[in-house]
């Protein structure tokens, strides 16, 4: 199984902040990564794909990157409604493998 | 505009199994190019993919849960289906359904809100 290490697990940032998000693979996925960010009671939302193709839709502040097989996304100016917890998922094989997550808090 | 909802018991007793149905609206579920999957989330813990199913019955299950899992589906009522047996309270978890676009390499677009499942007596 290919294993995706997120870091940080939390982060506790202010209003305006920007904040990195990090996904290594254990091995190669070439650009098969999505982003998604999960709120209570509601099911998980895309917000991109192909390692750094923005969700339709999904605010501009959000921005996926990659280098080989570390894989980042980002939030240029953090806004109310960003506070969540935040998931990379593996597509390139099966099972399918998701980061272990990362909880946005307010500082 | 394609949904997704999970539906089923919402508390399960330890050693009996588990079934949760997905119905599939907005989109036809026999509609090929996409993997019907099942996703779960243990109480403040991480995302587990659990397997996935194709329109033409093919599946795919986590090693660690094939023993126990069955992955049905149902074209006729555009839903699919999840029987996790020999439940523990390991297996307590919010159950999500969701679209898998394997061939177009962009992951889960659709999701249901998810339907938590209690394995306690």
């Known amino acids: 199984d290919i294993q995706m290490t997120q870091s940080p697990s939390s982060l506790s940032a202010s209003i305006g902040d920007r904040v990195t998000i990090t996904c290594r693979a254990s091995q190669g996925i070439r650009n098969h990564l999505s982003w998604y960010q999960l709120k209570p009671g509601k099911g998980p939302k895309r917000l991109i794909h192909a390692a750094s193709t923005l969700q339709s839709g999904v605010s501009s502040r959000f921005s996926g990157s990659a280098s080989g097989t570390e894989f980042t996304l980002t939030i240029s100016s953090l806004q109310p409604e960003d506070f969540a917890t935040y998931y990379c998922l593996q597509h390139n094989s099966f099972p399918r493998t998701f980061g272990q997550g990362t909880k946005v808090e307010i500082k | 505009q394609v949904q997704l909802q999970e539906s089923g018991p919402g508390l399960v007793k330890p050693s009996q199994t588990l079934s949760l149905t997905c119905t599939v609206s907005?989109?036809?579920?026999?509609?090929?190019?996409?993997?019907w999957s099942w996703i779960r989330q243990h109480p403040g813990m991480g995302l587990e993919w659990i397997g996935y199913?194709?329109?033409?019955?093919?599946?795919y299950y986590n090693p660690s849960l094939k023993s126990r899992l069955t992955i049905s589906i149902d074209t006729s009522k555009n839903q699919f289906s999840l029987n996790l047996t020999s439940v523990t309270a390991a297996d307590t978890a919010v159950y999500y359904c969701?679209?898998?676009?394997?061939?177009?390499?962009?992951?889960?677009?659709?999701w249901g809100q998810g339907a938590l499942v209690t394995v306690s007596s």
């Open positions: 969701a679209r898998d676009h394997p061939f177009d390499n962009s992951g889960f677009y659709y």
């Open positions: 907005g989109g036809s579920i026999s509609r090929g190019g996409y993997y």
């Open positions: 199913i194709y329109y033409s019955g093919t599946t």
